[in-house]
């Protein structure tokens, strides 16, 4: 049974980066699919934010390409996002999920941004 897990903090400061790592279980990440990451601002619709293969290739949203990083640690299974210069408006809930059909999903994590 694969499971994600989001983790990371809760609150960041404008202009920070924000960091979320997500581990994986049951699973290997670099054994094959797309690796996903998406958040929900309050009130709005799910955005997909970038992905990792298991190749190790990345592939970003062009609207936050230049904002977005997503790499990986093999050897803790997990793959991680951050989100540079952040804004109020980067509130959000941040979810990982797994493959083209994204058939697993972590529970998301809020991450706030306020000074």
């Known amino acids: 049974q694969v499971q994600l897990q989001e983790s990371g903090p809760g609150l960041v400061k404008p202009s920070q980066t924000l960091s979320l790592t997500c581990t994986v279980s049951g699973a290997s990440i670099t054994a094959n699919s797309y690796w996903n990451w998406f958040r929900q601002p309050p009130g709005k619709g799910l955005e997909w934010m970038g992905a990792?293969?298991?190749?190790?290739?990345?592939y970003y949203s062009p609207s936050l390409k230049s904002r977005t990083s997503i790499s990986r640690d093999t050897s803790k299974n997990q793959f991680t996002l951050q989100l540079s210069s952040v804004t109020p408006e980067d509130t959000a809930v941040y979810y990982c999920?797994?493959?083209?059909?994204?058939?697993?999903w972590g529970q998301g994590t809020l991450v706030t941004v306020s000074s």
């Open positions: 990792i293969h298991y190749s190790g290739a990345t």
């Open positions: 999920a797994r493959g083209i059909s994204l058939e697993v």
